[in-house]
């Protein structure tokens, strides 16, 4: 099912060759600050366009490219209404959680999601609870990453899943580790125009190979009703899924900590709100152009051996070869810019929340940095173990990650920003809260919990009683922190 154009080949190459020069420029401009302050946040120096576009890059990972477009493929139409919430969903965290979360980082000096929580409420045990849960939820979003990265290489070039596993990891691992957040940065900007580039070039092309809307229509009504209306086949998404994904969408991606940490690094509130304007764009130009191709597939490439190979199948069907192998980029575009990001997250919880705040003796720069270029490397290679024996669905995981991190985390951050009240009691049974109820929900019900909702909707709720009464039952934080980040 790959192709051997030399076309494709060389558009991938030049990505790739692009993708390592924007790292090697970003390395240059890099501040004379020190290094855990430029590896983790780039000396908080980032602008508008920069911020904006690696807040989408990261956002829009396999799961948007692949995961989401598999799932279209298989039922139809009623996917646009699954993701219809995820349009909302830069406005939510943008504007609930940025211009505070950048206040209080440069009051508190946090270069990480942990550092913000421990130094807001001053307590260790919260700083190590939450680089816990960030190290477990966010290992199992590179696996699906991964999954996704191996299968394009499998289904376009022929690479055999493993090596495309391997080759992939070992890619990202490198750049990440070379440049840090600023070229984590830049690369990400570059990638999220491919992105989009890509889609817009792809939908058209399939469409027009389709035989246009009507022919669409017809021959996914041939195939199966259910794929133009809801539920979808199989009784895919009822209404109470469908409120709760809305939920899901709109709110799992602002309590993410790859995300929030975008926050710290942004140069001022001017940037922040310039971004927020460029994202809405972005996503309203993305979104529903990658769930068309996913259903176009279906009529392109009804039998795939997997779901999660429709859409680079969809593109190599459609697009052109001179054009192929810059339209597949914008995939490969997507699973690189979330995975650097991801290690950059993970390895900072290692090597910053676990040892540097914890440590009796001062960690030097020269030492920070191998022991931050080895636990980006060791973090990607426990993912690889997991990427091996992929699930049918990568989507799956990617929902099981991304909302477990918002149920973990959303409220202990949004209580802790905006209600004085809250302590390091409240953030704690807020966190453990919303973790343990979300895992114990995935062991015994799956993705359908109680009425039919999916697990986030009740832990998000179990997480906010736990931190408001936890709060209010145990003493107030001292008031020279309460002075320090509720004064006015």
């Not at 598999?70 to 830069?90: D, E, K, P, R």
């Amino acid at each position: 099912m790959h192709s051997g154009s030399v076309h494709v080949w060389l558009g991938l190459v030049i990505y790739f060759g692009i993708t390592f020069l924007m790292a090697w420029l970003s390395r240059r401009r890099a501040t004379k600050e020190q290094f855990m302050e430029e590896f983790f946040v780039a000396g908080r120096g980032i602008g508008a366009w920069i911020l904006g576009l690696t807040w989408i890059a990261t956002a829009a990972s396999g799961g948007t490219f692949i995961g989401a477009p598999a799932l279209a493929h298989t039922y139809g139409w009623i996917l646009l209404l699954w993701i219809a919430s995820y349009m909302v969903f830069a406005t939510t965290g943008i504007g609930l959680l940025g211009k505070r979360v950048a206040s209080i980082g440069r009051q508190t000096g946090a270069l990480t999601f942990p550092d913000l929580l421990r130094d807001r409420f001053e307590s260790r045990a919260i700083g190590i609870t939450s680089a816990l849960a960030i190290l477990i939820l966010y290992t199992a979003f590179m696996v699906a990453q991964y999954i996704a990265g191996a299968r394009l290489l499998e289904v376009v070039l022929g690479v055999p899943y493993v090596w495309g596993v391997l080759g992939f990891v070992a890619t990202v691992s490198l750049y990440t580790s070379y440049g840090g957040f600023r070229a984590v940065a830049w690369t990400d900007a570059f990638q999220a125009l491919v992105m989009l580039a890509g889609v817009l070039i792809a939908a058209p092309f399939a469409i027009r190979k389709a035989g246009g809307f009507p022919a669409i229509f017809d021959n996914l009504m041939a195939q199966s009703p259910g794929l133009l209306s809801g539920p979808g086949p199989n009784h895919f998404l009822p209404v109470p899924a469908a409120i709760s994904f809305f939920c899901v969408f709109a709110l799992a991606a602002p309590g993410q900590p790859s995300l929030v940490t975008r926050f710290l690094a942004c140069r001022d509130t001017r940037a922040l709100k310039r971004a927020s304007f460029l994202i809405g764009l972005y996503i309203l130009l993305l979104y529903p152009a990658i769930m068309t191709l996913g259903v176009v597939g279906r009529v392109l490439r009804p039998d795939l051996r997997a779901a999660d190979h429709a859409t680079p199948a969809t593109i190599l069907s459609a697009v052109p070869p001179v054009l192929a192998g810059l339209v597949l980029a914008a995939p490969l575009a997507a699973i690189m810019s979330t995975v650097s990001s991801f290690l950059l997250v993970t390895s900072s919880a290692f090597v910053r929340d676990l040892y540097q705040r914890n440590a009796k003796s001062k960690l030097t720069d020269r030492k920070a940095r191998l022991l931050t270029h080895a636990a980006t490397f060791i973090v990607a290679a426990i993912g690889v173990g997991f990427a091996l024996n992929p699930p049918q669905f990568l989507q799956y995981i990617v929902i099981f990650s991304g909302t477990g991190l918002s149920a973990t985390f959303l409220f202990p951050l949004l209580l802790g920003l905006y209600w004085p009240r809250m302590n390091k009691a409240g953030c704690l049974a807020a966190i453990l809260g919303g973790f343990l109820s979300f895992v114990a929900q995935y062991a015994f019900f799956g993705t359908k919990s109680f009425a039919g909702s999916d697990p986030f909707v009740w832990s998000l709720a179990i997480s906010l009683v736990c931190g408001v009464v936890a709060a209010l039952v145990t003493a107030p934080g001292p008031s020279e922190i309460t002075r320090r980040y509720f004064a006015r």
